[in-house]
């Protein structure tokens, strides 16, 4: 056991990234091993991370002991098989990326790689037939499996879609129950200590004083405190060019899908998030590509229904800041920079903060090689993330200006890289620190129009009769199981149904 430890924590700013940082170190520490405080206002609006999660967020919900029927009847939620994507490669054309595998492995090589040979063979069936969460999607079903379940759930995964605003408040009393203090407050001032700069103090509008051991800035993209400290910022909006969003919550008209839909816009694209009372909309768009009143026009003349308030405007700047551990600050959230929520990724980089700085977690000392080390694996995460949004603009077919600018822009080297290799010869590099794994990037890469020239000679070693016959056992074995199960709304109606919304929503802080 450290000789000095860390005895007090403050966290300053509450949403979703201060109340998952808050339930998780409470989850971590008793009471009387650290103090942890969450200093927020109500005041101070918040911006949500994300109504639309990827699968990694069911970790995180079990470390904390939550019991997932309750989080998602408390917080509104219905499930998420994937993202539909639609006019991103031309205009009526639309794909999916399913959370889950494609088939099975079979032979020596790949499933996709059988996929890609059998297509040579004249086999016109798309990837997605070999998709149980494709077919389930698009049939409007969803289950949790069992131990009892068929072995094809191997290949299942799913996430979901919630109110952010209903999940921190989930959270908070998860944390407030073990013991984390909340206090309500501006934060004025960030008092540094001379001989080091370190964060000795935060002072507040009504002149109280915080003092604390380690500080966590879930301020959003003010980043108050990581700003006082002059930690640098990288912007990519070389890359990643949309600049603004508009965010607008609409009366639920119909039974929600169990899938998240993007659709790609004239300068940017529109979401599109079902829970049981309403539905999330927005629009992410390029500033300089289009006039804001179009985008407001836009995006109120596609809901679905009536919209219940009138549309945020939100203003970012894709990039990270250059350290998100800068001596006894850790940046979460927004706060430590910002990927447009594409691929649903804001609320995992949280989550993944917090885990990187339980595992590299400081005694008072500090020592610079555990922020050393955390800022390396956040960078290279969030580096791989960006690889993989940029993909979804740079592989287009559309013909707008903003489309064509995206189609002609230099991308990084990593991810020109991948797209080589797999336009020779099918297979898909990854590296170590990758969040999206091959099923994900075969989805997107196939589903932008990036297709192989060849396929790994090795599935060539299966003869075309029994390849043949192993994909078609394995599409009846998808088809039959997705047929069986339960309708999304069923499903939420016999274990997870919320109760009747008595007032108007929560802030709708859905999409960033």
Request: aromatic share 10%; charged share 20%; with cysteine.
């Amino acid at each position: 056991m450290s000789a000095d430890p860390i005895r007090s924590i403050l966290i300053a700013g509450g949403g979703t990234a201060g109340w998952m940082a808050a339930a998780a170190l409470s989850a971590a520490f008793k009471p009387h091993q650290c103090r942890i405080t969450l200093v927020e206002s109500d005041e101070i609006g918040t911006v949500g991370v994300g109504e639309a999660t990827i699968p990694t967020i069911q970790l995180f919900n079990k470390l904390l002991g939550i019991d997932e029927r309750d989080f998602v009847r408390e917080t509104q939620g219905t499930f998420k098989l994937g993202i539909e994507f639609v006019g991103w490669l031309r205009e009526g054309e639309r794909y999916f990326h399913p959370f889950g595998r494609y088939g099975d492995d079979f032979g020596f090589a790949p499933f996709h790689q059988q996929w890609l040979r059998a297509r040579a063979l004249g086999n016109s069936l798309p990837l997605d037939a070999w998709s149980l969460n494709h077919q389930a999607a698009y049939r409007g079903k969803f289950e949790i499996p069992t131990p009892q379940s068929p072995r094809v759930f191997s290949t299942w995964s799913y996430a979901y879609h919630f109110d952010a605003a209903l999940y921190a408040r989930y959270l908070r009393s998860l944390a407030e129950s073990r013991g984390v203090a909340r206090l309500e407050g501006k934060i004025a001032e960030v008092i540094l200590r001379p001989e080091n700069g370190f964060v000795e103090r935060l002072t507040l509008a009504d002149g109280r004083s915080l003092e604390a051991d380690l500080f966590l800035d879930c301020t959003g993209f003010r980043g108050l405190i990581t700003e006082a400290l002059g930690t640098g910022y990288d912007d990519w909006t070389q890359w990643l060019p949309c600049d603004r969003a508009l965010a607008v919550p609409c009366t639920r008209v119909a039974d929600p899908e169990p899938y998240t839909r993007s659709t790609a816009r004239k300068a940017g694209w529109q979401w599109r998030i079902p829970l049981q009372h309403r539905t999330g909309n927005g629009q992410v768009y390029c500033s300089g590509a289009i006039a804001d009143d179009e985008v407001h026009a836009d995006l109120l003349a596609s809901l679905d229904g009536a919209p219940e308030a009138d549309p945020r405007m939100l203003r970012f700047t894709t990039g990270r800041r250059r350290k998100a551990w800068n001596r006894n600050v850790v940046a979460l959230g927004l706060a430590s920079g910002f990927l447009e929520p594409l691929e649903s990724t804001s609320i995992h980089l949280i989550q993944t903060g917090i885990s990187k700085l339980l595992s590299w977690f400081p005694d008072r000392n500090f020592d610079p090689l555990l922020a050393t080390e955390y800022n390396r694996l956040v960078d290279a995460e969030m580096e791989s993330i960006r690889d993989f949004l940029v993909l979804h603009y740079h592989a287009n077919a559309r013909e707008e200006p903003f489309w064509r600018q995206c189609r002609a822009m230099p991308i990084p080297d990593t991810l020109a890289e991948k797209m080589a290799m797999f336009r020779a010869n099918g297979r898909l590099i990854e590296r170590q620190y990758d969040l999206f794994h091959p099923p994900s990037w075969l989805a997107v890469l196939l589903g932008q129009g990036v297709h192989p020239a060849a396929h790994d000679p090795l599935a060539d070693t299966v003869p075309p009769q029994e390849l043949a016959a192993i994909l078609a056992g394995m599409r009846q074995v998808i088809d039959q199981t997705a047929d069986r199960m339960p309708s999304h709304q069923q499903y939420i109606d016999r274990h997870c149904r919320a109760a009747p919304r008595t007032t108007m929503p929560l802030a709708f802080q859905e999409a960033l």
